[in-house]
């Protein structure tokens, strides 16, 4: 049987498609980069999420600046991601930043390479996101497809999920971002593709010591280098 859900499903995969295409086009006539891409699609699912919630009485996020809980996670990234941030860092951070960036890279990497989900778990708290300063995300308008899905009603049950260790904790959410982000982050994959560029998934602290090694990280991944070899950096199992 079908699902209910795929006409809306398609139709939306359909809008997402549109918008990256017109992305392209317009970067083709212009400066040729694929950040236009993936920057309007992600632009393009807040706007379809801001109307949803426009038209739904669904309840507002629990979630607020200064909370971080969520972001002492390790996370996966599409190659594309990886570039686009990697980019932004190589633009835009300090000398002195990116200096701090790779000394918090390699210690990370230092405590959790080969590491369990259960060992890395319980050393969390030592390991936040490489991006996060005084509970702020230094990459936030580039931050990834993943982080944007991310909501709570409940920050209370992140908290207690995050001192317990309790990965496995039921975090009440909404679902409408999970989904529009999954679908919009599928779409600018299928571009990439199309493409013939890399695809696949990195873990996030890898891809940017990876990256970060690169002169112009964007130039190798537009001319269809693999940059990553994404078998190799996903996190180990449980
Ligand atoms: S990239 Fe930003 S939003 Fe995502 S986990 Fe890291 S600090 Fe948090």
């Not at 990370?108 to 995300?137: E, W, Y």
């Not at 990195?202 to 940017?208: K, P």
């Amino acid at each position: 049987m079908q699902d209910q859900t795929q006409p809306e499903k398609d139709a939306l995969s359909a809008y997402f498609f549109q918008i990256a295409d017109a992305a392209q086009k317009e970067s083709q006539d212009s400066s040729p980069s694929l950040f236009p891409i993936i920057r309007q699609v992600m632009d393009a699912a807040a706007q379809v999420l801001a109307s949803v919630a426009l038209t739904c009485e669904s309840p507002e996020p629990d979630c607020a600046g200064g909370c971080s809980f969520c972001c002492h996670s390790r996370i996966h990234v599409t190659p594309l991601e990886a570039v686009l941030i990697s980019t932004y860092i190589q633009d835009c951070f300090s000398a002195d930043d990116q200096y701090h960036l790779k000394t918090r890279i390699r210690d990370n990497l230092g405590h959790t390479r080969g590491q369990s989900l259960a060992q890395r778990v319980a050393i969390k708290d030592k390991t936040p996101c490489i991006f996060l300063d005084h509970h702020a995300c230094m990459v936030y308008d580039q931050r990834p497809f993943i982080c944007r899905t991310w909501n709570s009603l409940d920050r209370r049950a992140c908290e207690t999920a995050f001192v317990s260790g309790d990965h496995e904790a039921e975090i009440p959410c909404l679902s409408a971002p999970n989904y529009v982000y999954t679908l919009a982050r599928d779409v600018v994959q299928d571009v990439c593709t199309r493409l013939h560029l890399e695809t696949g998934r990195v873990e996030l602290v890898s891809a940017m010591d990876q990256c970060l090694k690169l002169t112009d990280a964007a130039d190798t991944f537009t001319k269809g280098v693999t940059i990553f070899d994404s078998g190799k950096l996903l996190l180990p199992p449980v």
